[in-house]
Nanobody, 121 residues
Framework: QVQLVESGGGLVQTGGSLRLSCAAS????????MGWYRQAPGKPRELVAK???????NYADSVKGRFTISRDSVQNTVYLQMNSLKFEDTAVYYC???????????????WGQGTQVTVSS
């Protein structure tokens, strides 16, 4: 019903930048929030950043001042601008969108396929 397509991952050197994109499509009536999570090998998945429909943002302490989340409400796309990348940022990054598919439905989370971010050090 809802599909998320991620792009923008890759391999960069320490201190470099990447911009991740996630486009949501399908049966979307309303979006409550959009966010990015990441998971490194052997570690639990963690919230990186999120943005609500009202524009409020929240960031993990480890990325504050370096990452910026933004959205295009018309295109249902969320972005994550990652600057000053560190080796510790290496992980698979997953887009998450909390979607209401109709006026009578509740909000439900959908996940992107994941995109690899590798920071060399």
């Amino acid at each position: 019903q809802v599909q998320l397509v991620e792009s923008g991952g890759g391999l960069v050197q320490t201190g470099g930048s990447l911009r991740l994109s996630c486009a949501a499509s399908g049966s979307i009536f309303s979006i409550n929030a959009m966010g990015w999570y990441r998971q490194a090998p052997g570690k639990p998945r963690e919230l990186v950043a999120k943005i609500t429909s009202g524009g409020n943002t929240n960031y993990a302490d480890s990325v504050k001042g370096r990452f910026t989340i933004s959205r295009d409400s018309v295109q249902n796309t969320v972005y994550l601008q990652m600057n000053s990348l560190k080796f510790e940022d290496t992980a698979v990054y997953y887009c998450n969108v909390v979607v209401q598919i109709s006026y009578s439905s509740s909000y439900f989370p959908y996940w992107g396929q994941g995109t690899q971010v590798t920071v060399s050090s």
